[in-house]
């Protein structure tokens, strides 16, 4: 299969629009990158750049090592699979996977193969004699990544490929293409504004926020240790939680101030924030992180007023207030929550993140915020 490099690569449509700005990812051999960010962010750009769709303003792509900046999209080995499927309505199912091969003379015997054999990984060798408007959403998107197995590519890429199923369906379309990853052990580049769908399905996310890269790791990595408040509320549904607070220095101890309560730092924290004492930066905490309390007295406790309730079964997500400020939390479904009823938090401090407010990075160095 392949690697592939891109190096400071750029695109500026019309002489003005830079719509990718100077970014670097390796995608290795066989890994499942998803790029992911907000609409317009510069992602579907950077994918057709790397199928060839689109000229590269800047900067150079290379597969297996190989420079590919100039060598037309067919001579890549590379199979994109779009969002709307792009299925040809006038040929059957087994017309539209065979069709790419036919163009490039494969024999009648290579293409029956291929055509079967990806019929059968997909679970579709019943539909082959269909035609396109005979199948649903689902089936249709399995047709159109077959139509990208049979060619057997380097790479593969993916741009929202779900994005027009249902919920349902997208969750077992997500677990499809997992698994399909791993039975194909190919590489494999997958675009979309879903964070679930990143999170879910990656090897490595690249976060993207105006044309430019905010992040690359792992998910957890993203999760545990966003760089920067834009990724820290990027990644996690619902999102972290952020607060607007001052830094104090209270008995030898940092602590942070809301307006309606203060929180002793963390100790491993303290030393770093202690630059920041009479200044204003953002606190970061997970809604997971928001421990429900029986004791208001205990220490770290803040009270918070509910405003919304949204049982979801598994757990309960509640809406709550500070008293300028709104927060979310995740609580066990244990007992009913009623709207304005006063609740005591106790946040996790040692999972908590903190960013400065002019550069909105991340204040702790990694290794110290494990
Ligand atoms: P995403 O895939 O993250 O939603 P795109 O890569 O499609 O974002 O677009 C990135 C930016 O480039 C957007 O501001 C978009 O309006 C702009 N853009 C995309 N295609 C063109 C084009 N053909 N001409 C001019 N601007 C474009």
């Known amino acids: 299969m392949a690697k592939v490099e891109l190096k400071g690569i750029s695109?500026?449509?019309?002489?003005?629009?830079?719509?990718?700005?100077?970014?670097?990812?390796v995608v290795n051999d066989k890994e499942f990158v998803v790029f992911v960010g907000p609409s317009g962010?510069?992602?579907?750009?950077?994918?057709?750049?790397?199928?060839?769709?689109?000229?590269?303003t800047e900067g150079e792509l290379l597969i297996d090592g190989e420079l590919?900046?100039?060598?037309?999209?067919?001579?890549?080995n590379i199979a994109m699979v779009f969002q709307n499927y792009a299925l040809y309505p006038h040929m059957t199912v087994y017309e539209n996977m065979a069709f790419g091969l036919r163009i490039k003379k494969f024999s009648k015997d290579e293409i029956n193969s291929r055509v079967h054999e990806a019929a059968r990984i997909l679970d579709i060798e019943k539909f082959l004699e269909?035609?396109?408007?005979?199948?649903?959403?689902?089936?249709?998107?399995?047709?159109?990544?077959?139509?990208?197995?049979?060619?057997?590519?380097?790479?593969?890429?993916?741009?929202?490929?779900?994005?027009?199923?249902?919920?349902?369906?997208?969750v077992q379309m997500r677990a499809e293409i997992s698994r399909l990853h791993h039975r194909l052990d190919a590489t494999m580049i997958y675009v979309?504004?879903?964070?679930?769908?990143?999170?879910?399905?990656?090897?490595?996310?690249?976060?993207?926020?105006?044309?430019?890269?905010?992040?690359?790791?792992?998910?957890l990595q993203l999760?545990?240790?966003?760089?920067?408040?834009?990724?820290?509320?990027?990644?996690?549904?619902?999102?972290?939680?952020?607060?607007?607070?001052?830094?104090?220095?209270?008995?030898?101890?940092?602590?942070?101030?809301?307006?309606?309560?203060?929180?002793?730092?963390?100790?491993?924290?303290?030393?770093?924030?202690?630059?920041?004492?009479?200044?204003?930066?953002?606190?970061?905490?997970?809604?997971?992180?928001?421990?429900l309390s029986?004791?208001?007295?205990?220490a770290n406790s803040i009270p918070l007023t509910v405003s919304v309730v949204e049982p979801l079964g598994a757990d309960t997500t509640l809406w709550l207030n500070t008293k300028t400020q709104t927060m979310v939390a995740r609580t066990e479904p244990s007992r009913n929550f009623s709207v304005d009823e006063t609740l005591h938090f106790v946040p996790r401090m040692e999972k908590a993140r903190y960013f400065d407010k002019e550069t909105e990075l991340a204040i702790l160095p990694r290794e110290v915020s494990g």
Do not use: W
């Open 11 to 25: 695109k500026v449509y019309d002489g003005v629009v830079r719509a990718v700005d100077n970014v670097d990812i």
């Open 41 to 56: 962010c510069g992602k579907s750009t950077t994918l057709r750049m790397i199928a060839g769709l689109e000229d590269i």
């Open 68 to 76: 590919m900046n100039d060598v037309p999209p067919k001579d890549r």
């Open 130 to 170: 269909r035609k396109p408007k005979a199948l649903s959403g689902g089936q249709r998107q399995r047709v159109a990544v077959g139509r990208a197995i049979v060619r057997y590519p380097k790479v593969f890429l993916f741009d929202e490929p779900l994005s027009n199923l249902d919920a349902k369906l997208r």
């Open 192 to 219: 979309t504004h879903d964070q679930v769908e990143a999170m879910t399905m990656a090897d490595k996310i690249v976060v993207y926020k105006d044309g430019k890269i905010q992040q690359t790791g792992s998910p």
């Open 223 to 291: 999760y545990n240790y966003p760089e920067n408040k834009f990724v820290a509320g990027f990644i996690g549904s619902p999102p972290m939680n952020f607060l607007t607070v001052t830094v104090l220095e209270e008995d030898g101890g940092i602590v942070i101030d809301e307006g309606g309560f203060r929180l002793t730092v963390d100790a491993k924290y303290a030393e770093h924030l202690k630059k920041y004492v009479g200044k204003e930066l953002f606190f970061g905490i997970r809604p997971e992180d928001l421990l």
């Open 294 to 298: 029986a004791d208001a007295e205990a």
